[in-house]
């Protein structure tokens, strides 16, 4: 066998090699698509990767449960702050001049009291 014909024989080995791996990818292909419409395909990916960022959501609230709390509740308390300051200032109208330093009197010997024991 002289030279030209090896090299045509190696070209043809490489050729059905390519051929064949070719013809695997587009089989491969074929029967991906049979099994699903291009819409299927999008909604089963999108599902998925909701799926998978709730996973992670889901796990990064376990980890840092006080955070939220901390932060939910101080998202209620800006939302609510109207109201809150409302109540409070009416709540100070209603109060006698003295009588936040007797409450605060108050609280301070039942700290005393409490201490002690």
Not at 77 to 86: D, Q, S
């Amino acid at each position: 066998m002289s030279s030209a014909e090896r090299e045509l024989a190696e070209a043809r080995q490489a050729r059905a090699e390519a051929r064949a791996a070719v013809d695997t990818r587009v089989e491969d292909l074929r029967s991906s698509l049979t099994g699903e419409s291009l819409g299927q395909r999008v909604k089963h990916d999108a599902l998925a990767r909701v799926q998978d960022t709730a996973d992670e959501a889901i796990a990064v609230a376990r980890e840092s449960r006080w955070v939220i709390l901390a932060t939910g509740a101080a998202l209620v308390a800006w939302w609510g702050r109207r109201p809150l300051l409302a109540w409070g200032r009416r709540l100070a109208e209603r109060l006698p001049e003295g009588e936040p330093l007797r409450a605060w009197q108050r609280c301070q010997d039942w700290i005393a009291r409490k201490a002690k024991w």
